[in-house]
């Protein structure tokens, strides 16, 4: 949140000029408040568990946030409780006249399909031409992030060799970005994906901005030039043991899988992995919803265009 100080106080310019977040006296006391509406589209089989990683992040923050939940009508889940779903997961359908300050599209482990192929696609299509004229600001992740791309600005995705699967380094190149605002010069993201987005397909596209990259994983943040969609192809919102969980699982599938990088101690599975990302994932969650929702968003969502 920023700190409310006098118009003319000589301390603003330094503090503005250090990426420090400043309200003048005037703004504060033109600002009308309410609680932010924020729609989660939940596209993981672990619904449970992605929904409490991602309400973690959104909750660590002064802001009030008003969550719901969607799910796909086209496609049902197969690992999650059908009672919990129907008690606090809506669909399309049900909202589809509602406007929202935020949005999540999150990840799916469907990136080995072509886009087409999924069989929830249409769906997903009809609601991301939805987001347009009905949410302020949409953040996708992953695979939801390379559909994103694709659908909105044509972006292809690319396989791997082999999946990236590991913690790693990452430095932003606008570094006077908000979306970095109090981030380490260099900080760690979790991935895990078969699949990339390439940094000359994003740079040859005017209307978005490359913003944050990294030598082993490539690709991580991209940002439409109005400040309406963001697109991050790791998952900063993951617990410490979500990695540990993908890989014991694959090794019991009698699955040919790397240990993770930059994971486990000495990459040795028994010993219980180091975070390296959780600062900069709250961090990350809370400049987007401080700087580009709350800060932008429109009092009455019926204005919204």
Request: charged share 25%.
């Amino acid at each position: 949140m920023p700190i409310r100080i006098p118009d003319s106080l000589p301390a603003r310019a330094v503090l503005e000029s250090e990426n420090i977040f400043v309200m003048t006296e005037f703004r504060a006391m033109h600002q009308d408040i309410r609680p932010l509406n924020v729609l989660i589209l939940n596209l993981m089989p672990t619904k449970i568990v992605t929904e409490t990683q991602l309400l973690r992040k959104l909750s660590n923050s002064p802001l009030q946030v008003h969550v719901e939940l969607l799910q796909t009508a086209s496609h049902t889940s197969q690992n999650t409780d059908a009672d919990h779903l129907s008690s606090f997961y809506t669909t399309f359908d049900q909202i589809k006249d509602k406007r929202y300050d935020g949005m999540i599209i999150t990840g799916a482990p469907v990136e080995n399909l072509d886009f087409a192929d999924v069989d929830y696609w249409d769906e997903l299509c009809q609601i991301m031409e939805w987001t347009k004229t009905h949410v302020h600001s949409t953040l996708h992740i992953c695979w939801g992030a390379q559909a994103g791309l694709y659908y909105h600005y044509g972006i292809p995705k690319y396989s791997l060799d082999e999946k990236l699967f590991g913690v790693f380094p990452h430095k932003a190149l606008k570094v006077q970005s908000p979306l970095f605002r109090g981030f380490d010069d260099e900080f760690f993201v979790p991935h895990s994906r078969y699949t990339e987005n390439r940094a000359e397909d994003i740079l040859a596209r005017p209307e978005l901005e490359l913003l944050s990259v990294s030598p082993q994983a490539g690709v991580f943040a991209v940002k439409s030039e109005d400040n309406r969609r963001f697109f991050i192809t790791g998952h900063p919102e993951y617990d410490p043991d979500t990695l540990a969980n993908e890989y014991f699982r694959d090794i019991n599938k009698g699955l040919d899988i790397q240990v993770p990088d930059n994971y486990f101690p000495d990459n040795d599975p028994k010993k219980a992995p180091v975070v390296r990302w959780r600062s900069a994932a709250q961090l990350f969650y809370s400049n987007w919803l401080n700087y580009y929702v709350y800060q932008t968003t429109p009092y009455d969502l019926r204005t919204l265009k």
